[in-house]
């Protein structure tokens, strides 16, 4: 595979030393808790982070490579960039054909630990992994790819309380009430539902919905749609 990355760089294409931005693992949840047993289940070589929709699979993901990962790491957003968009930004321009042997090269060169997030298939995963090293695959479904860690729904051990109210605290007054008055919405929600609710201008409550993500106290669940983790929603209830 050396082989592919060197006919790529003979293009007069260098391969650059750091990790775009783009591709550098985003910090776990500022309150992360629990999952003690699920991060000591992670391992050296492919492990799949299993769990329904919003259940903690990439935040898992995220503070184990905090924790006990080892640099550099690469992270990839399988449901939002292709393999040729992550060549590019390391200033390798790849014939299609040849993208994912050109990128298992580049993981096995710089040792990269790899998440691969929101994984769809087996089949999308297989031709990107590389022969050996650290691998984390979340998806929402159980991908035949190797150990497979099953992520459940937290539980409240009774740390995640204090933590939220570290963040809640430290709201601005338009952020806060939303965080109060969103909580009683079911399921998710739009910036127009989340400003007739709040009785706010869309453009003001934007901001502050970004910024509830931001801080770990809301999730962005999909183009424009905005949702509350379970544990979280009930924290925000229990404010006035
Ligand atoms: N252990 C945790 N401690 C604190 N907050 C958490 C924890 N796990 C998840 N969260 C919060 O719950 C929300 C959803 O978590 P996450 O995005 O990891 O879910 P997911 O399983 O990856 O969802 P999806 O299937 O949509 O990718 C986020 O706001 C995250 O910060
Ligand atoms: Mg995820």
Redesign the pocket.
């Known amino acids: 595979m050396g082989d592919v990355l060197a006919v790529a760089a003979t293009g007069g294409i260098r391969t650059r030393d750091d990790v775009p931005p783009l591709f550098r693992p985003p910090a776990p949840?500022r309150?992360?808790?629990?999952?003690d047993a699920e991060l000591r289940c992670i391992r050296a070589g492919v492990t799949v982070l299993t769990?329904a929709?919003?259940?903690?699979?990439?935040?898992?993901a995220l503070q184990w490579l905090r924790e006990r990962g080892s640099s550099p790491q690469l992270y990839v957003d399988l449901a939002v960039h292709r393999i040729g968009r992550v060549l590019r930004a390391f200033g390798m321009n790849v014939d299609p054909a040849d993208e994912c042997a050109v990128f298992r090269s580049l993981v096995m060169r710089r040792q990269f630990t790899l998440l691969l997030d929101?994984a769809s298939s087996a089949g999308q995963v297989t031709p990107l992994l590389p022969a050996s090293g650290t691998v984390l695959v979340?998806s929402?479904e159980k991908l035949d790819l190797g150990h497979v860690v099953e992520?459940g729904p937290?539980t409240d051990d009774g740390r995640?309380g204090p933590l939220l109210d570290l963040s809640y605290v430290e709201l601005p007054e338009r952020q806060a009430r939303l965080y109060r008055l969103c909580a009683w919405q079911p399921g998710a929600f739009g910036v127009p539902v989340a400003a007739e609710i709040a009785g706010e201008p869309a453009c003001d409550v934007e901001d502050a919905l970004d910024d509830l993500v931001e801080k770990?106290l809301?999730?962005e669940?999909g183009d424009d749609a905005f949702g509350f983790?379970d544990l979280?929603r009930a924290h925000a209830r229990t404010k006035r």
């Open positions: 949840p309150h992360f808790v629990g999952r769990g929709a919003g259940v903690g699979k990439t935040a898992l929101n979340t929402r992520v937290l995640l770990s809301l999730t669940v983790h979280v």
